[in-house]
C-alpha cells in the first residue's frame, strides 16, 4: 500500500469520493467500510481496496494491519 498522504483542506480533490455519503447507493460498485473491525476484516480480506480515510492516530493504531 502507498505511503500515507496527509490532507490539509476539505477541499482537496483526492477525497472526492468521500464527499457527501449519506446513505446506500446500489448503483454504486463499491463498499464502504466505516467502523474499524469492518476495516480491519477488509484489509486482511480477498476484496480489492480502493482506499483509506483515516485520521493520523487510526492510521498509527491500524498501521500493521495496513501494511
Known amino acids: 500500500m502507498p505511503a500515507p498522504i496527509t490532507i490539509e483542506s476539505p477541499d482537496d480533490p483526492r477525497i472526492d469520493d468521500y464527499r457527501g455519503l449519506k446513505g446506500r447507493d446500489e448503483s454504486k460498485e463499491y463498499l464502504i467500510a466505516e467502523t474499524e473491525l469492518v476495516v480491519r476484516r477488509l484489509l ?15 492510521y498509527e493504531r491500524m498501521q500493521k494491519v495496513i501494511d
Do not use: K
Open 44 to 58: 486482511t480480506s480477498h476484496y480489492p481496496m480502493r482506499s483509506l480515510l483515516l485520521s493520523p492516530r487510526r
